[in-house]
Structure formats: C-alpha cells, structure tokens
C-alpha cells in the first residue's frame, strides 16, 4: 500500500473575536476532521490554520496543541481580505500521510462554512464520490 501525503480541508465560522470562540471553533473542527477521516495524529505531517483578518484574538493552532499536537508542523495565518468575503472564518488544511485515495478524504465544512465549498458540502451529504453534477 502506498503512503502519500494528502490535503485535508475545513473551515468553521465563529461568533465573535474571542479566545474563547477561536479555540472552540477549532477545536470542534479539528475534531470533525479527525473522526470525518480517521486520522491518527502520528500520521499528520503538518497543518495550517488560516483565519479571516477579523479574527485575531488567539492563534488557532494552540488548539491542535490542547489537543496533544506537540510533534506536528503547526503554522497560523490571516486570509486575504478579500471585499465581500466570509466573516469570522477558521480554514485548516491538514497534510496527512495515508494511503487514502484522493475521492475517499471528508473535508469538512460546519457552522456556516458550507458556503463556501457547496460542492463539497454536497458531496459529504451524498457520501463519498464525485460531486453532483448538478452543481
């Protein structure tokens, strides 16, 4: 079998400039990821945490550290501020070593994120396989 190193995406939207909600929102991301895929943490490589400019209240990764991330790549970011983009949005991209195809990896879109990526939010409510041709 071979191991590659695949991407995995999220994002979640959070109430308010918070550490509070920023962990939060990232924790239970991160926690949807994992289950979503399976993901054993010795297996991720590393791991990006973008928020939007409006959110700068804690670093998003130290909740990947709360959560026993210590040997992973952990990096934090700020999204283009982009004119009519969505407010108060966590993005984390996972770089997971597995021998998942690329059709069999969940990401993960909640809170209001879906908008987003609604081929892949649709995709998640079909099951895995290719996006609908409808959208």
Known sequence: MTVMCRGVRGATVVAENTREAILAGTRELLERMIDANGIDPDDVA???FT????????????????????????????????????????RILIHWNTSRRPEEIHHVYINGAETLRPDRHARELQGAGEPSAEL
Not at 57 to 67: G, M, N
Not at 71 to 81: F, I, N, P
């Open 51 to 90: 928020t939007t400019p409006d959110l700068n209240a804690e670093f998003p990764a130290v909740a990947a550290r709360e959560l026993g991330w210590y040997h992973q790549a952990l990096l934090c970011g700020h999204e283009m501020a982009v004119p009519g983009a969505l407010d108060k949005c966590i």
């Open 46 to 48: 590393s791991a990006i």
